[in-house]
């Protein structure tokens, strides 16, 4: 009798060992946005300086993602630096309730993006060298999922709950012990990932010349765009959505962290649903559909001023983009490029898209803000999501299942043909 898989096997527990760290990193990264009712007017900021925040980490996130990931794939050692970076970045909380002013504060932002860059495309590169093809779309989108139930989903609960009983200072503060706690259980569990290089199976050692297999595909360049708009929708949504409902819509800073917790819980179900869907219909329809759905979450914030039941289901409906997010910065790029370079491809899709969506736009719509409204940041961030939904049609189809049934088509007519 054959014995049934038994759910504690490796596999799974790199899953869920990069689905905390992934989440634990997207929990510092957004704290700072659900306690800008209280560090405004603490450190006496305007919504400019907010953006600015936003900015300083995301072009240090994103140079680092990229350089670090791909020295650990030219090195061919991984587990290291994960392990410092995880330490680092829960320092650099720890930092961040330290901090008396504007500029303390945005450096110490910039050094837990710098920190935090990393671990996302080296844990999904020790994800995909572990996963089963029928699950790899599935495994990659869980471990960024975990970026909606931690970071937007329990992040407002928690840190909006620990700045009203004691203040918003001990909120980061404590966020550095599940981090440090994780660090331990990688050292002791995870094993270097082992990735093959197609191109030369008996070479460990990449080169840099080796490095421009990567943009020779259609996808690295669309799917770049695709991080831009991506990264434009989620960052400059969720730093300025918690102020618009405490600013115009008036309610409170409770209802306001009930109201982005939903759209974390939303981020955290539609980003393993849309990757499980991607593997049996494909990327490319999925991206499409996800990318078009996504852009009414913020027209919705920004035009429908309901109350904050009604705003609470819409908010986690219309989370979705977080569902593309795993497939058109992670999933797609991985799949088109040699395994060997998958964290390199990541890291890059994350440093274009943070360079530009995340730094660039958010100071942009932080001085919109202040001359034409909060209302003015929701229009952008649809742009983002709606620059996705056009780009997607454009995207090659990678997902294991169709490819293969593609080919297997093109063998049966090949076939066919030769026998007639």
């Not at 869980?142 to 407002?156: C, D, E, H, M, Y």
């Not at 996504?294 to 705003?311: D, F, K, Q, S, W």
Request: aromatic share 12%.
């Amino acid at each position: 009798m054959k014995a049934k898989p038994s759910f504690w096997t490796y596999q799974n527990g790199i899953i869920v060992m990069m689905f905390f760290a992934f989440g634990l990193v997207f929990m510092d990264r957004q704290s700072i946005t659900f306690l800008e009712p209280f560090i405004i007017p603490a450190l006496h900021l305007n919504n400019a300086q907010i953006g600015m925040f936003a900015s300083a980490l995301s072009i240090c996130w994103g140079v680092s993602a990229w350089f670090f990931s791909s020295y650990s794939d030219l090195i061919g050692h991984r587990k290291p630096i994960l392990v410092v970076f995880m330490v680092i970045f829960a320092l650099t909380s720890v930092l961040s309730g330290v901090v008396g002013s504007f500029l303390a504060m945005f450096f110490v932002r910039a050094l837990m993006g710098l920190s935090e860059g990393p671990v996302f495309p080296i844990g999904a590169t020790a994800v995909k060298s572990v996963s089963t093809p029928s699950r790899q779309g599935f495994n990659i989108g869980f471990v960024q999922s975990a970026s909606g139930l931690l970071g937007s989903a329990i992040a407002p609960l928690v840190v909006v709950g620990l700045a009203n009983a004691f203040n918003w200072r001990v909120a980061f503060y404590l966020l550095a012990i599940p981090a440090l706690i994780l660090t331990l259980i990688v050292v002791k569990y995870m094993r270097e990932p082992q990735i093959r290089h197609e191109s030369a199976p008996e070479v460990h050692r990449l080169r840099w010349s080796d490095y421009k297999v990567i943009f020779r595909n259609r996808n690295t360049w669309l799917c770049l765009v695709c991080s831009i708009g991506f990264i434009t929708w989620l960052i400059t949504f969720a730093t300025f959505a918690p102020v618009l409902m405490t600013e115009v819509d008036h309610i409170s800073t409770t209802q306001m962290s009930w109201a982005m917790s939903a759209f974390g819980f939303g981020s955290w179900v539609w980003g393993f649903v849309v990757p499980f869907i991607s593997d049996r219909i494909g990327r490319k329809p999925a991206l499409i559909a996800s990318g078009l759905l996504a852009t009414l979450a913020p027209l919705m914030l920004a035009e429908v001023h309901t109350g904050i039941g009604v705003l609470i289901v819409l908010l986690f409906v219309l989370a979705i983009g977080q569902g593309f997010s795993p497939v058109v910065m992670s999933i797609i790029p991985s799949e088109s490029v040699p395994a060997a370079f998958a964290a390199s491809t990541i890291g890059l899709m994350m440093m274009i898209g943070e360079i530009f969506g995340g730094t660039v736009v958010p100071t942009l719509a932080g001085v919109a803000a202040d001359h034409f409204g909060l209302t003015m940041p929701m229009f952008i961030a649809a742009a983002g999501s709606f620059l996705v939904f056009l780009i997607g049609f454009g995207v090659r189809e990678t997902a294991p299942r169709k490819v293969g049934q593609t080919h297997r088509e093109q063998n049966q007519a090949i076939t066919s043909t030769s026998v007639s």
